[in-house]
């Protein structure tokens, strides 16, 4: 929002530099973004006066002019349409360098010297556009430096940034009864004076209907006759321009014009162009189409507020009007309109069309419905003073359900209580009564133009403000803690993730809606629905974390990603008996493409199911889970046959992992072998050791001891272990698998696996001989017992 330092002081004496008056600004809550000086110096340039004019030998459109700086007389050559003998102009001299860049040097132009430049007020960065010369009305004698002339053009813009609930400040009213009410001065409203027709009456002219009072409560308008549609004075087109419009005609001009002075936006329409003499406020029709000022036909949304005459739409209500009764150069009457519009129909409409206006901006927020008639007389009597013409007598004021003012109930003990302050009752009301909350017996009145004064917090909000934030008192209070006990649930999350990381995953978090395609259940129980999904694609709830982490692979895997080790810790959905379904958490790991990044001395080797057992077997290692067994299944529909496994701590189930069976991969768009665990955080939790102890590393030798077992194909390494620790003793620190083999000497059906076996003690060196006693138990007990012999060789 753009602010005129000189069009404020036309309702305020202000004695404040722009600068303190920014920092006034800045106290009322209004933040300042900028401050612009609209008139740049100049130098060299001079009020001129053309004493002759001709045309060009050899140029149609180029004119030889005589300028008189008082002093000389310069050859010019002009190509402006506008200029003539007579004319007082800026003239800018050889040397001068104007603030759009340009320097003035002497030119030959078609074999005739110019030397000098005559100035539009473009070329002196007063407007964006001219079109033509600037010729000065009441100039000052030539020679006189043309900064003496742009003192009275010059001027500041404030460029604020105010918060939507302060409607009552888009406008320089508005932002003067801030100002006023901190430097402890009163406005002055501008005087309206409305000469009427003494003897047509606006009835005789016009009628207005409004049928649909829930979008435009109020509808106020004037009819003016006998208009002349032209240019504004210059005062006003500067008014405009300073603030970013730009001036059409005098009739236009006046809206926008009072737009920027009252807050209230109006519309004129051609008064001839308005059917049967009525104005009818309704609701739009379904698919009802309208064809804006902008040119452009949009389809309307339903319960749209429209101004009609009694044959067609003239008017997008609060928002834009229609190209079919717009003013032209051809108008004579106009139909002035102010009202007030419902700020909820304007914001719905407004968003659907896509159309945002300088007027919806501020019926959307909540515009003066008491100031609807000032503003309509305000801008009736300007166009009568600029463009002639005779204002009918009367105005119609259509207000069928008139808006109650607002009060609020407010304690003044209480405000001291929210303030930490010690004001006396007198101050707080006195403060108040600087913005017109005016106190009388518990309540408060509220301004028509106040919408955001709701409650007594927000009264109580206003006389910190009108005090300054800097003056209340500042209270002392014991310190308040908000540590907040760590959870336990808290510090275990933290510490698996941290060993997922540490085992080189990255962690990703997918969205737990997902589509019916996506579904994916570990378990056979009954997935989710959403009852009223925001779309197809997020119409369940995930019954297993892979259902997000396998489209991240295959989104991956389409961008050429070939090192793919992602995790997720997060809640998955299945039905229950219950009212709530059953949230348990889950952990989910994937791996895809190469085992290592490629170079000139690894070549592509893929990753396998071993790659994802040792990740899962570091993670374990990380939260010291130690007794972690791996027991392979065939019956899977989501992973491969014999290339599963389920995961068990003792004997309590922790998860499951395996190669995804192609048709998984296949229904995510994955072309290449993708592994994948999915664990239960709760078990994991519940067997954490959080009192873990330590011991010293061993200070005396270990020795070590290989043996291969033949046993069944269908055995496991696992198996073979378990009855290796169950005869080893206590002795028996570590066993490890270093060979696996099957052929020639193996008997059909048999396979060779070795082992090597570490004994150590902490308390002394061990003999060969003891150690040999317990090597031998155990071969002994595995083929006596257990019917596993020792591999030969």
């Known amino acids: 929002m753009k602010i005129s330092y000189n069009w404020l002081k036309d309702y305020l004496d202000i004695d404040l530099s722009p600068e303190e008056l920014a920092e006034q600004i800045t106290n009322a809550g209004l933040e ?22 001709e045309k060009h030998p050899d140029a149609d459109k180029l004119s030889i002019c005589k300028v008189s700086d008082g002093e000389e007389e310069f050859p010019v050559i002009c190509g402006a349409p506008n200029v003539a003998v007579g004319q007082s102009i800026p003239f800018a001299k050889v040397g001068a360098r ?52 742009l003192k009275e053009h010059s001027d500041v813009i404030f460029d604020l940034f105010i918060t939507a609930n302060r409607a009552d400040c888009f406008s320089h009213i508005g932002i003067a009864r801030e100002i006023a009410a901190f430097v402890d001065k009163a406005i002055r409203l501008p005087e309206v004076t409305v000469k009427e027709n003494a003897t047509k009456k606006i009835t005789e002219a016009l009628s207005v209907d409004i049928e649909y009072s829930a979008g435009c409560p109020r ?35 006046v809206t926008n014009y009072v737009l920027y002075e009252l807050g209230q936006p109006l519309h004129a329409f051609d008064y001839d162009t308005i059917a049967g003499s009525r104005i009818i406020v309704r609701s739009s029709k379904a698919g009802e189409t309208f064809v804006t000022l902008d040119d452009k036909e949009r389809t309307l949304p339903e319960n749209t507020v429209m101004i009609c005459d009694a044959e067609k739409a003239v008017a997008i209500g609060g928002i834009m009007g229609g190209q079919n009764s717009e003013v032209s150069s051809k108008t004579t009457t106009i139909l002035l309109e102010s009202a007030y519009f419902d700020p909820r129909h304007i914001i719905t409409s407004s968003r659907k069309l896509g159309l945002m206006t300088d007027a919806s901006q501020r019926f959307e927020k909540g515009t003066d419905y008491a100031n609807v008639i000032f503003a309509l007389d305000r801008a009736a009597a300007m166009i009568a003073e600029l463009a002639g013409g005779d204002i009918l007598k009367g105005h119609l004021d259509a207000y069928p359900h008139p808006i109650a003012p607002v009060t609020v109930e407010l304690d003044l003990s209480r405000v001291n209580k929210i303030l930490g302050s010690a004001l006396e009752d007198a101050e707080i009301i006195e403060l108040l009564s600087r913005v017109q909350l005016n106190f009388d017996k518990g309540r408060v009145s509220v301004p028509s133009y106040r919408h955001d004064i709701k409650l007594d917090i927000d009264l109580i909000e206003e006389v910190a403000r009108l005090k300054n934030y800097d003056n209340l008192p500042t209270s002392v209070y014991e310190p308040l803690s908000l540590e907040q006990p760590v959870r336990l649930r808290e510090v275990t999350f933290r510490l698996l993730r941290d060993a997922l990381t540490h085992v080189g995953l990255q962690e990703v978090f997918t969205n737990s809606m997902i589509s019916e395609k996506q579904l994916i259940a570990l378990e056979e129980k009954e997935p989710v629905k959403i009852l009223n999904p925001i779309s ?57 493409g190469l085992r290592a990044p490629q170079n000139w001395t690894v070549g592509e080797e893929a990753v396998d199911f071993y790659d994802l057992k040792g990740v899962l077997e570091g993670f374990f290692n990380e939260i010291h889970l130690d007794n972690i067994r791996f027991i392979l299944y065939s019956e899977s529909s989501l992973y491969q046959k014999h290339h599963a496994a389920e995961i068990f701590y003792g004997n309590i189930k922790v998860g ?10 296949k229904r995510f768009g994955i072309n290449q072998a993708v592994y994948g665990a999915e664990l239960d ?41 378990s009855l290796i620790r169950k005869y080893g003793g206590r002795l028996l620190t570590d066993i490890e698998v270093f060979d696996v083999y099957e052929g020639e000497k193996i008997a059909s059906g048999k396979k060779s696996i070795a082992f090597r076996l570490r004994f150590q003690s902490l308390e002394r060196t061990l003999k060969d001989s003891e150690v040999e006693q317990v090597f031998r138990k155990i071969i002994k007990k595995a083929d006596q017992v257990h019917g596993i012999p020792i591999r030969d060789q």
């Not at 964006?128 to 900064?147: C, K, R, V, Y």
């Not at 997020?538 to 050429?560: D, K």
């Not at 499951?656 to 991969?665: D, N, P, V």
Request: with cysteine; proline share 5%.
């Open 536 to 592: 197809d694609d997020l119409a369940f709830m995930r019954q297993s974390i892979y259902s997000g982490l396998l489209p991240v692979v295959s989104y991956n895997v389409n961008r050429h990603q070939n090192m793919i080790r992602l995790f997720e810790i997060g809640r998955v959905f299945n039905r229950s008996k219950e009212e709530l379904p059953e949230q348990p958490t889950r952990i989910a790991i994937v791996l895809s």
């Open 681 to 721: 955080y709760d078990v994991i939790e519940k067997s954490l050791n959080r009192e873990l102890k330590y011991q010293t590393i061993p200070r005396f030798p270990y020795i070590e001891k290989d043996v291969a077992f033949v046993v069944d194909k269908t055995m496991t390494a696992e198996e073979v272990m």
């Open 656 to 665: 499951s992992c395996g190669l995804f069976s192609k048709e998984t991969c």
């Open 219 to 253: 509808y106020a308008a004037r009819v003016i006759e006998n208009v002349s549609i032209g240019e504004s004075p210059e005062w006003l087109r500067e008014r405009l321009e300073a603030v970013g419009l730009r001036p059409i005609n005098n009739v236009v001009d």
């Open 32 to 53: 300042v973004e900028e401050i612009i000086t609209t008139v740049q110096a100049l130098n060299n340039v001079v009020v001129g006066k053309i004493l002759s004019c």
């Open 98 to 149: 104007l603030p759009v860049g340009l320097k003035i040097k002497k030119a030959k132009i078609r074999g005739v010297e110019s030397i000098g430049m005559i100035c539009s007020r473009e070329e002196l960065a007063l407007e964006d556009h001219s079109d033509g010369i600037w010729a000065l009305e009441n100039a000052p004698a030539p020679g006189t430096d043309f900064n003496e002339v």
